[in-house]
């Protein structure tokens, strides 16, 4: 269910995306980069220092094709790591765990929310957000990655 924000949107717009590796462990709906190792590869972000690519569709274990989100008219949900505002640069602004459903390892995976700028250090955002979403909400995010 959702929060007493009023977006009644549930859907998802998603163009084809992008056919890469896993180079770790992924979990589904996590924004990733491309790796340092391997041909393709990508793995989740840690950080809003880090360039995003997009967004993994799925789950996936290392070394499995995964699909990732790319590409300026796709709009994918994504769960809240914080409070949203509608407009906001969203990158990673945290962590969480759980068990991998493929791998049946505990992951540490990163959580989606606005980007904060001001610490002088290079940010990265991964697009903007349409709608207000509380912690655990889905909300819908453009995927645009650039600097800020």
């Known amino acids: 269910m959702a929060s007493v924000y ?16 896993a180079a770790s462990d ?6 990733v980069r491309v790796a340092s190792s391997g041909d393709w590869a990508v ?8 360039q995003p690519l997009g967004i993994a569709r799925d789950y996936a274990v290392a070394g499995e094709a995964v699909d ?17 505002t509608r ?3 969203i990158h ?4 969480s765990s759980g068990v991998h459903p493929k791998s049946g390892v505990t ?3 990163p959580v ?11 940010l990265w955002t991964v697009g903007q957000a349409f709608e207000f979403a509380a912690i655990n909400d889905r909300f819908a995010v453009r995927i645009k990655p650039r600097a800020l």
């Open 6 to 21: 009023p977006s009644g949107q549930w859907g998802s717009v998603v163009e084809p995306g992008l056919p890469c590796f």
């Open 26 to 31: 992924i979990w589904a709906g996590t924004i």
């Open 43 to 50: 793995q989740m972000v840690a950080t809003t220092t880090e």
């Open 68 to 84: 990732v989100i790319v590409g300026d008219h796709s709009v994918p949900r994504l769960a809240a790591g914080a409070s949203v």
């Open 87 to 89: 407009m906001s640069e």
């Open 92 to 95: 990673v602004t945290g962590t």
């Open 107 to 109: 992951v540490t995976y």
């Open 112 to 122: 989606a929310g606005p980007v904060i700028p001001g610490s002088g250090t290079p």
